[in-house]
DNA sequence: TGTTGTTAATTGATCAATCAGTCAAGAATA
DNA sequence: TATTCTTGACTGATTGATCAATTAACAACA
């Protein structure tokens, strides 16, 4: 039953099949048919809003990448002061939405992707260049110069504990995360004069 | 001209192989054709000798996971004491063996595999399992009852600049990576009483 | 030494399965 | 009717895996 103004509707049915699909599988290795089916859909219709397989996934990780964003604006929003910020920043990338087992593959997933996909690449860099942006900002105030250090510790920490996260199998555990990356946040403060 | 005694001549051209195939294409997506072809044999003769890609592949992890582990094993053996012990392990970690481009997006890739095949989980298991227990035995004695969470945030933060090193695109800088977790241990220890 | 049988090593050819992508035609709405 | 939406059916290409057949090394023996 075709109606008008399905292109939203169904864009975004197939990428949150996608996302589905990629967390089910652990593996970026699914099939359109597979995605379509999870989306009520053609393998057709697919490709008739994407273009293809690849455009899909992009859109899929390009989705991800703005929900993280939102995230983070949302939390550093109501934050008063640098000190604040970071933890705001840090907060949001361990959000329910965004550590989250599904997510955590998925992110994982493309990382590697990243490795032979110039797009994908950009997207991940997009990442990983907005949040070393945005602690640096908050940073400096505090540490001066030692901010960009600290800064790509702090990335580092982050990505590492979501892919200990993904290995783990276990139920995802925000607080502690959370609290991991507090505490060196914590320790490079008060290393500072 | 078959010669006798070619096994062992064979499996490891294939593992050397197939680790160079999964760099070159940035994913394990390889075919057993390529790796052949790579190892200058036929794709039966890989089939002969593994019995299938995945075991190929699962050997290929095994080797990393061996060499890492003499690469540790080598390092800490003259270490006099805990905290040249953290060192060494830290040291080994980002060593040019290691810590190459092709030795990353191999263990990158591995990551991502165990999401979905229990056997390459259970082996990253053991190398992360293997980390954390020579960390928090060097630990222990220096920080007491912190060793453990200490020990998970080295780890994590080891995981995280190989992760990011694959991303970047650029050549690995061990003495940055060196650096930026003996620092976290350096603060970590200035931490406890 | 020459002959013969046995085992190890290796491959070309091929199969069955899977998949991304295409297209023309059908169905619902305006 | 024209437009939008949707799909079934199909294809060209790829891939992991299999297997019968070939070659060479070796061993026992005459």
Redesign the pocket.
Known sequence: ???????KI?REALIGAALQAIHAKGSLD?????I?TRA??????A??YF????DLILAAMRFHLTQLGLAVRSATATAQSPRARISAIISANFDENQFSAETISCWLNFYVKAQGSAPAARLLRIYVQRLRSNLIASLRPLVGARAANIAAAIGAMIDGVYLRQGLSGQAPDRVAAVRMVENFVEMSLRGAQ
Chains 1, 2 share one sequence.
Not at 1 to 7: A, D, R
Not at 40 to 45: D, F, N, R
Request: aromatic share 0%.
């Open positions: 039953m075709p109606k008008i103004g399905m292109e169904r699914v099939t359109v048919g597979q379509a009520g859909v053609s393998t057709a219709l490709h008739h273009g293809g397989k690849e």
